[in-house]
């Protein structure tokens, strides 16, 4: 067993794969036309679900062995796992692998009312669990795989095409918080146990706007340097990166939608000033705020 995988950072590396990654987010559409019947070790550097569309994948783990077929998807939780993906009769090996971060997670569980079950569910290992096929599941699948497939072929529909991959996450949560409650419920503790996350931090991702770190961390009762070094553990961003982040997602989402000048936006949104705003705005999305309402923007388009 010497090949080794970093999942989602190799996914670009390997053949007759199509995949996209994000801060927060990555997936892909993988297949595979020989069975790798030796165990591959790969990495997960953040928290997975593999959806198997045909073939069977297998897993081996320390508290036994998993086996997942066409139709069923295996959730694992970021760590190092051995897997082997089997061919059946003619069709290839083919899955779609869906790769998020706690930030993700949390700030989806954060909007609804999964972390209310939390304290009603009894504690099971919950590392890994599989999916049942499901009319509900195959839709999500396929999805996925469509969304994919149209940013491959239309690469500069991205930043249109992100915040619906988003919402699909947070589909596929909301169902996998209904389905199977108990066990998906006791996965997401079991990060906010490891990470020693309450209740009060989680609130914190819940869709309100902050003025800066100094607001979040007397929401939680700590000192700014505490609260900045725990949010980074926890979710891989400062907070002040955080607060950008949604500032960004707002714009984005007025200069999509309004008649607003790039002035009057970048007030809206809380940026310092508005050549900050432009400059990182370029950096972030390779175009200047202008240039990218002028492409989007209906107002603009008519």
Not at 26 to 38: D, G, L, N, R
Request: with cysteine.
């Amino acid at each position: 067993m010497d090949l080794i995988f970093s999942f989602p950072k190799d996914l670009q590396k390997i053949f007759n794969n199509i995949s996209f990654t994000s801060d927060h987010f990555a997936f892909s559409v993988y297949t595979q036309e020989i069975s790798h019947i030796k165990p591959v070790q790969v990495y997960t550097s953040m928290h997975s679900l593999i959806l198997v569309q045909s073939g069977e994948k297998y897993i081996y783990t320390k508290n036994g062995n998993y086996k997942i077929s066409a139709g069923q998807g295996l959730f694992l939780k970021s760590d190092s796992y051995k897997l082997s993906n089997i061919v059946t009769g003619d069709n290839p090996y083919k899955a779609i692998l869906l790769f998020f971060d706690n930030t993700l997670l949390i700030e989806t569980i954060s909007k609804s009312n999964i972390f209310h079950m939390l304290n009603d569910i009894k504690n099971q290992e919950s590392d890994i669990f599989t999916l049942n096929t499901s009319k509900i599941l195959v839709t999500i699948t396929e999805s996925f795989e469509t969304y994919i497939h149209t940013i491959n072929n239309t690469p500069s529909c991205v930043y249109t095409i992100l915040p619906l991959v988003k919402h699909k996450f947070e589909e596929l949560f909301l169902y996998l918080s209904l389905e199977y409650s108990d066990i998906f419920c006791e996965f997401v503790r079991n990060i906010m146990k490891e990470h020693d996350l309450n209740i009060d931090m989680i609130s914190l991702l819940d869709g309100k706007e902050y003025l800066n770190v100094s607001e979040m961390a007397k929401i939680i009762n700590t000192d700014q340097a505490s609260f900045s070094r725990k949010f980074k553990s926890i979710f891989g961003l400062s907070p002040k990166n955080w607060i950008d982040e949604k500032r960004f997602d707002r714009a984005i989402a007025l200069l999509q939608s309004s008649n607003k000048n790039i002035q009057e936006i970048c007030l809206e949104c809380g940026f310092s000033s508005p050549s900050w705003f432009i400059e990182r705005f370029k950096k972030r999305y390779n175009q200047t705020p202008k240039q990218y309402q002028k492409s989007k923007n209906l107002y603009f388009l008519s």
